[in-house]
Structures are given as structure tokens and as C-alpha cells.
């Protein structure tokens, strides 16, 4: 318990900015999209091809880790290149994504992300720290369990009332895993509870567009991992909003924090909201990817 409380305690912002900034000299030093796309020729414990500078994100983070566990705080990091990484406590966990919308990333589209959360247990329930840093337009998002979220080191301000459109649909909603077979299942639940959509590319960031209101709510067509959502996701919950990861044993946030794709995710700012969603996500009528 002692080893479990240091590692709560620990200055995971501080550790999360220093972070940050490493990232930032790692794009810096691959500015163009054709620096960008270049692979290591191995694939992340997450499954996907890894890229340089996803191998050269992580290493920043991972410095930051390290630098943590030097002082006394224990735990095991989950990271979509690395795995799990024993840093001598399995019951706090930090879920890490170096670069969240890797594709917006190696392509120059803006929206891409650090995204790390801290738990004291196995589930999307137990975060008790999430960080999300859009590079973009270079936000950050933090929350902490029971303390609210902020936006750039601001509170983030009471959330004016749900907007929909005429025909009662939620005006502007956020979709991800947006493969065209999966859209194409879901469009007439998506037309039947949606006035518009908007495809950002990165879960974290489009969970923080919930957060702040910018849209009404998120969904993604199909199962996410832990390190795409589980930091944003607190951020949305501390900032008044609601998520469920329907595909879990236990539902609405019993998403287990390891690589394994698990569920979708969806998020809004009522409960009305949430269920208008919820009923777009059916995760057996679509295609494996």
C-alpha cells in the first residue's frame, strides 16, 4: 500500500509536460510527412507497425518513467509499442499512448496526441490521473478523479445545455474507427440520432472535444484499446460528461486497462445523449478489421 500511495502521490503532470516537450523535439527533428512515415520494420505490442517516430516518442515518455521510478514510485506501465513494462507494482497502472492519431501525425493533419493515464486498478473506472496534449493546436487536457478537468491549466467552465437540432438529434457528434464498411453499418442509427458528424482521427482528442463541448458527443464504430481512450475518457467524466465502453464484461466502464481491443467507446454530455449513441454501437454487425 505505502509503494501503491508514493506512485499516486508521484507529479505525473510535471512528468507528463517534461514528456510533452520531448515529443515536441521529436517532431521537430522529423518535420515533413515523408520523414514521417518511415517504419522501424517491427509492429508494437499493440499490434500496428511502428513507426520512428512513434519508437522516439515512446523513449521520451519512457525517460520520464524512469525518472519516476528512480525516486520511489512503483507501477506497471502499458504502452502501445512496448507492452507492459514492470516497474515493481502491478496495481497502479499507466496507460500510455506516444502518439494518438499517429496517422494525422505522419501525414501533417493536425489533431494528434500524448496521451497517458495513471490507475489504482485494472479497469477504466480506476483512473485517477488522465493527460492528453494535442499538438495541433497545442491544448492540454488534464483531469484528476474527483477534482475536475482543465483545459490549458484553466477549470473548464459549466457545459452549456445539450444542442440538438430540429428534429431532436445531437447536433454535431465525433466518429472514429470511421472504416467506410463500418460507417456504412452505422448510417441510418447515425442519421436516425445525429445531425452531423466529424471524423477527427485521434479517440483521445475527440473525447476532449466532448470535455469541452466543441461537439455533443463521440463514438467509435469499433473496439478501441485502453491507451486510445483511457486518459480522455476521465477527462469527459470530470468535466460533467458521460462514457460507457458497451463491449465490456462490465459495463459502463469495466474496459480492462491492457492492449487487447475490448470495446467501442462513446461519449455525451447528458445521459439521453449517451443512450442515443450507445444504440449505434453494435459491434457484431461489423466486418474484423
Not at 497545442?138 to 452549456?160: K, N, V
Not at 436516425?192 to 482528442?205: K, L, S, T, Y
Request: proline share 6%; charged share 25%; with cysteine.
Amino acid at each position: 500500500m505505502a509503494s501503491t500511495d508514493t506512485a499516486l502521490q508521484a507529479d505525473w503532470l510535471g512528468a507528463c509536460r517534461r514528456a510533452t516537450e520531448g515529443l515536441r523535439a521529436v517532431l521537430a527533428a522529423h518535420p515533413t510527412s515523408r520523414e514521417r512515415v518511415l517504419e522501424t520494420g517491427v509492429r508494437g505490442e499493440g499490434g500496428d507497425r511502428t513507426l520512428v517516430i512513434d519508437r522516439a516518442a515512446e523513449d521520451a515518455v519512457f525517460a520520464e518513467l524512469d525518472a519516476l521510478h528512480a525516486t520511489g514510485a512503483r507501477f506497471t506501465a502499458v504502452s502501445e509499442e512496448r507492452g507492459e513494462v514492470d516497474y515493481g507494482d502491478g496495481d497502479v497502472r499507466v496507460i500510455i499512448d506516444p502518439i494518438d492519431g499517429s496517422m494525422n501525425a505522419k501525414r501533417g493533419l493536425p489533431h494528434y496526441a500524448l496521451s497517458i493515464a495513471v490507475a489504482d486498478g485494472p479497469t477504466m473506472a480506476d483512473v485517477v490521473f488522465g493527460y492528453v496534449f494535442d499538438f495541433g493546436p497545442g491544448e492540454e487536457w488534464c483531469a484528476r478523479r474527483g477534482a475536475g478537468a482543465s483545459l490549458s491549466g484553466r477549470p473548464l467552465p459549466p457545459a452549456p445545455p445539450e444542442r440538438r437540432d430540429r428534429r431532436g438529434r445531437l447536433e454535431l457528434v465525433a466518429i472514429e474507427s470511421a472504416d467506410p464498411r463500418w460507417i456504412a453499418r452505422a448510417a441510418e442509427d447515425l442519421e436516425r440520432h445525429v445531425g452531423r458528424v466529424r471524423a477527427i482521427g485521434a479517440i483521445a482528442v475527440s473525447l476532449c472535444q466532448v470535455a469541452s463541448t466543441r461537439v455533443d458527443g463521440m463514438v467509435s464504430l469499433w473496439r478501441c484499446r485502453a491507451v486510445d481512450a483511457a486518459a480522455a475518457q476521465l477527462v469527459v467524466r470530470e468535466s460533467g460528461g458521460y462514457v460507457a465502453f458497451p463491449g465490456a464484461d462490465a459495463p459502463p466502464l469495466g474496459a480492462a486497462l491492457d492492449l487487447e481491443p475490448h470495446s467501442a467507446v462513446v461519449a455525451a454530455r447528458t445521459e439521453q445523449g449517451l443512450a442515443d449513441l450507445l444504440s449505434v454501437v453494435v459491434a457484431d454487425r461489423a466486418p474484423s478489421p
